[in-house]
């Protein structure tokens, strides 16, 4: 799979994963809203957030969502190294460039040198 796919297949992943987890945010929140309609409770913000007050939906919930969140993580590994690939050929290419370039003014050297010798015998 040549770079450019892998990048693209890369911020195709990375969309989904960003549009999943806000899918899973108001999924959350939606939960959350109707545990709190259905159920009166006295808690602090803290204490409502412990896992021990959370109904088994909830927790499942809170699991998918963390298991959503290391496969979005997952995929977000794979885009920067498919990036770090990109950038690694394209570095490899100016290095290649460079080096040609030198041996074109190493050539160059050559000739102007031997041009001066030409020169120096015909003026005498």
Same mark, same amino acid.
Request: glycine share 4%; no cysteine.
């Given at each position: 799979?040549?770079?450019?796919?892998?990048? =693209?297949?890369?911020?195709?992943?990375?969309?989904?994963?960003?549009?999943?987890?806000?899918?899973?945010?108001?999924?959350?929140?939606?939960?959350?809203?109707?545990?709190?309609?259905?159920?009166?409770?006295?808690?602090?913000?803290?204490?409502?957030?412990?896992?021990?007050?959370?109904?088994?939906?909830?927790? =499942?919930?809170?699991?998918?969502?963390?298991?959503?969140?290391?496969?979005?993580?997952?995929?977000?590994?794979?885009?920067?190294?498919?990036?770090?690939?990109?950038?690694?050929?394209?570095?490899?290419?100016?290095?290649?460039?460079?080096?040609?370039?030198?041996?074109?003014?190493?050539?160059?050297?050559?000739?102007?040198?031997?041009?001066?010798?030409?020169?120096?015998?015909?003026?005498?």
């Amino acid at each position: 799979m040549n770079a450019s796919k892998k990048i =693209a297949d890369a911020k195709v992943a990375k969309d989904f994963q960003a549009v999943l987890k806000k899918f899973q945010k108001a999924q959350r929140l939606a939960a959350e809203r109707e545990t709190a309609y259905t159920e009166p409770h006295f808690y602090t913000a803290n204490e409502a957030d412990a896992n021990s007050g959370k109904t088994p939906e909830q927790r =499942a919930l809170l699991v998918e969502f963390r298991r959503q969140e290391v496969l979005f993580l997952d995929n977000e590994i794979v885009f920067n190294e498919a990036i770090i690939e990109e950038r690694e050929h394209g570095i490899q290419a100016i290095q290649q460039q460079i080096g040609e370039v030198n041996e074109i003014f190493k050539d160059l050297a050559v000739l102007v040198h031997e041009q001066g010798t030409m020169i120096g015998l015909v003026v005498i």
